[in-house]
């Protein structure tokens, strides 16, 4: 009996080779509006919000804090 072949798989049991994520770029800016713009978008791409976060600041070249 052949068991049931998966969305990943072949028929031969062995893994697909998964197609590359398309991340869309980021806004440039270090507004408030762009840095919360780029880190709904990256939350959206499976990011945890504090990870978002932290590459959304870092994009915009200011700390979460901002610089002094």
Request: charge should be positive; charged fraction near 30%.
């Amino acid at each position: 009996m052949k068991r049931p072949v998966g969305p990943c798989e072949t028929d031969s049991g062995q893994k697909a080779p998964e197609a590359p994520l398309l991340a869309v770029p980021l806004r440039r800016g270090s507004n408030r509006a762009t840095v919360s713009h780029n880190i709904g978008k990256l939350i959206g791409e499976g990011y945890p919000k504090d990870q978002a976060a932290a590459i959304a600041y870092s994009k915009a070249g200011r700390g979460k804090k901002g610089k002094k």
